[in-house]
């Protein structure tokens, strides 16, 4: 069982949690994630790791409110326990030396890119972090990326902070502007997509990391597949992060609409749960 030493609203219906995890802690890389399962009943839910604390075993996730489990996930306390927190998963983000790095994230992707320029800024590159969502207030952790980028770009659906539009307009200017030598972006797939035709246009070799839909994270129930230049890749042991621009973003869409009318369902009776515990009360 794994503890939850601290619990924080950063943002509408976005959490951090610290969890319990010494081994994570200890081994966790920029770019790795977590599966966790909050009971025996509970389904397998991966999570980027967005930061570590190995001197007290602490492992910070980010979550947004966006289905059963996650929701469940907020619903619980200071003090309660996870039953499964298993990690670190995946690749670990190159880091190295390029130059000039542009990281683009949207929405709670930015939890995720988080980790990724604090190591890329250590190994001596230039970060230009560009930011987008719908409006000011869903933005999260200003704060952390002002400390970890040369500078910070917004961009708003309505005009709130930074520029009034979508961050490949953002990304645009900058690439106009000076020379870029890689392009870091995560967030929605429609997002992804958009920067990496940008970018593809210009030739700059830019990664995305995939949050497909996954199962065991061992690459052996094959629930993630994803197609990177022509070739079936599995995100949990290949990726998350691969070349966008041999991405195959239409198969990844439709993939991940597959079982939105089940997770409506699963949402529905959780949601009726809840207001029955309320009733008893």
Same mark, same amino acid.
């Given at each position: %069982?794994?503890?939850?030493?601290?619990? !924080? +609203?950063?943002?509408?219906?976005?959490?951090?949690?610290?969890?319990? @995890?010494?081994?994570?802690?200890?081994? $966790?890389?920029?770019?790795?994630?977590?599966?966790?399962?909050?009971?025996?009943?509970?389904?397998? &839910?991966?999570?980027?790791?967005?930061?570590?604390?190995?001197?007290?075993?602490?492992?910070?996730?980010?979550?947004?409110?966006?289905?059963?489990?996650? %929701?469940?996930?907020?619903?619980?306390? +200071?003090?309660?326990?996870? !039953?499964?927190?298993?990690?670190?998963?995946?690749?670990?983000?190159?880091?190295?030396?390029?130059?000039?790095?542009?990281?683009?994230? /949207?929405?709670?992707?930015?939890?995720?890119?988080?980790?990724?320029?604090?190591?890329?800024?250590?190994?001596?590159?230039?970060?230009?972090?560009? &930011?987008?969502?719908?409006?000011?207030?869903?933005?999260?952790?200003?704060?952390?990326?002002?400390?970890?980028?040369?500078?910070?770009?917004?961009?708003?659906?309505?005009?709130?902070? /930074?520029?009034?539009?979508?961050?490949?307009?953002?990304?645009?200017?900058?690439?106009?502007?000076?020379?870029?030598?890689?392009?870091?972006?995560?967030?929605?797939?429609? %997002?992804?997509?958009?920067?990496?035709?940008?970018?593809?246009?210009?030739?700059?070799?830019?990664? &995305?990391?995939?949050?497909?839909? %996954?199962?065991?994270?061992?690459?052996?129930?094959? $629930?993630?597949?994803?197609?990177?230049? /022509?070739?079936?890749?599995?995100?949990?042991?290949?990726?998350?992060?691969?070349? @966008?621009?041999?991405?195959?973003?239409?198969?990844?869409?439709?993939?991940?609409?597959?079982?939105?009318?089940?997770? !409506?369902?699963?949402?529905?009776?959780?949601?009726?749960?809840?207001?029955?515990?309320?009733?008893?009360?």
């Amino acid at each position: %069982m794994y503890k939850i030493i601290s619990k !924080k +609203e950063i943002g509408p219906k976005v959490r951090t949690y610290e969890i319990c @995890a010494p081994e994570i802690a200890r081994n $966790a890389k920029a770019g790795q994630f977590v599966i966790f399962r909050i009971d025996d009943k509970g389904e397998r &839910v991966p999570l980027t790791v967005a930061g570590t604390d190995p001197q007290k075993g602490l492992v910070r996730i980010i979550f947004q409110e966006v289905g059963k489990s996650t %929701m469940q996930l907020a619903s619980l306390c +200071e003090g309660d326990c996870i !039953k499964d927190f298993a990690g670190p998963l995946g690749r670990p983000t190159e880091i190295k030396k390029y130059g000039t790095v542009v990281a683009v994230a /949207g929405g709670v992707g930015t939890a995720e890119v988080l980790p990724v320029i604090k190591e890329l800024k250590q190994a001596g590159n230039r970060i230009i972090t560009v &930011v987008g969502a719908r409006c000011k207030d869903l933005i999260i952790l200003e704060d952390e990326l002002k400390r970890e980028s040369d500078l910070l770009l917004f961009a708003t659906n309505d005009g709130t902070l /930074g520029i009034k539009g979508f961050v490949t307009a953002v990304l645009k200017d900058v690439i106009s502007r000076e020379k870029i030598d890689i392009v870091y972006a995560i967030g929605p797939v429609p %997002m992804m997509k958009a920067v990496a035709e940008l970018t593809m246009l210009k030739r700059i070799k830019t990664l &995305v990391s995939l949050s497909p839909i %996954m199962l065991d994270g061992t690459g052996m129930c094959g $629930a993630c597949r994803v197609s990177i230049g /022509g070739k079936m890749k599995f995100v949990c042991v290949d990726g998350p992060e691969f070349d @966008a621009h041999y991405v195959n973003w239409e198969e990844l869409a439709s993939r991940l609409e597959l079982f939105k009318n089940l997770e !409506k369902i699963s949402v529905d009776k959780f949601k009726y749960s809840q207001e029955c515990k309320c009733h008893k009360k």
